[in-house]
């Protein structure tokens, strides 16, 4: 059992950066598979980036390969999404997933058990 909250998001400019934060209770975090997923209006929930329970792998959408940053702090609970160069079609709510089974190559929403409410992140032109 975990709960997850998000913080970080707000309003951006284009080629700027957002640190967003996912605050986990739990005393099993360490034990959990971690991913930041995103959705936009309109569309379907899509993936951005994966932890492994350790923090020594991460997996990451083509869309974001490069410009975000996926990690995690077992000792306080918490996982973090680096995200620089932002352009508008970043542009969505985004949330943080926690799942105790499977790998952290998971890239279907499904694969997670756990989701935190959310945090708008806008992206201007």
């Known amino acids: 059992q975990v709960q997850l909250v998000e913080s970080g998001g707000g309003l951006v400019q284009a080629g700027g950066s957002l640190r967003l934060s996912c605050a986990a209770s739990g005393r099993t975090f360490s034990s959990y598979i971690m991913g930041w997923f995103r959705q936009a209006p309109g569309k379907e929930r899509e993936f951005v980036a994966t932890?492994?329970?350790?923090?020594?792998?991460?997996y990451y959408a083509d869309s974001v390969k490069g410009r975000f940053t996926i990690s995690r702090d077992n000792a306080k609970n918490t996982v973090s999404l680096q995200m620089n160069s932002l352009k508008p079609l970043d542009t969505a709510v985004y949330y943080c997933?926690?799942?105790?089974?499977?790998?952290?190559?998971?890239?279907?929403?499904?694969?997670?058990?756990?989701w935190g409410q959310g945090t708008q992140v806008t992206v201007s032109s």
């Open positions: 997933a926690a799942t105790s089974r499977g790998h952290y190559y998971y890239t279907q929403p499904f694969r997670y058990n756990y």
């Open positions: 932890v492994s329970a350790s923090g020594s792998s991460t």
